[in-house]
């Protein structure tokens, strides 16, 4: 294996929990989004994760999809907010806050471990040339 393969590994690795962050970031901003261009509140998101080859041996990872959480949004008992419905309930987001900061946790040290091994990598070669130029 190669140490730009490495690189290449950790680097999709770090793309990949970059784009999951982004999500996640935007689930928790639109926590109380009712209302949304496609109409409705708003619909969580998440990331669908594939295995990328590099080589025969070697494989990262990438995104193979954004997809939309089409669970029943949250029903909410406000008569006096305009958007209710005729019984006075108003449909918000299905976003659990709690399981988006788990998430985030997740994703944010996937991010670092990726960090860690492509400086682990790069580390490795700048030793291996600095033994060839003595």
Known sequence: MS????????????QSQRLRLD???????NANTITTP?????KRKDVVFESEKFSKYLSGVKVADV???DTPPKLVYDPTNPLADSKGYVAYPNINPIVEMVNL??????YQANISAFNAAK???QSIIGVLNV
């Not at 496609?38 to 708003?42: K, V």
């Not at 946790?105 to 996937?110: G, M």
């Open 123 to 125: 580390q490795m070669a």
């Open 23 to 29: 999500i996640i970031a935007s689930n928790i901003a």
């Open 38 to 42: 496609e109409g409705g509140p708003y």
């Open 105 to 110: 946790l997740d994703a944010t040290n996937s």
């Open 3 to 14: 140490f730009f393969g490495s690189l290449a590994v950790a680097s999709s690795g770090m």
């Open 67 to 69: 997809v939309r959480d």
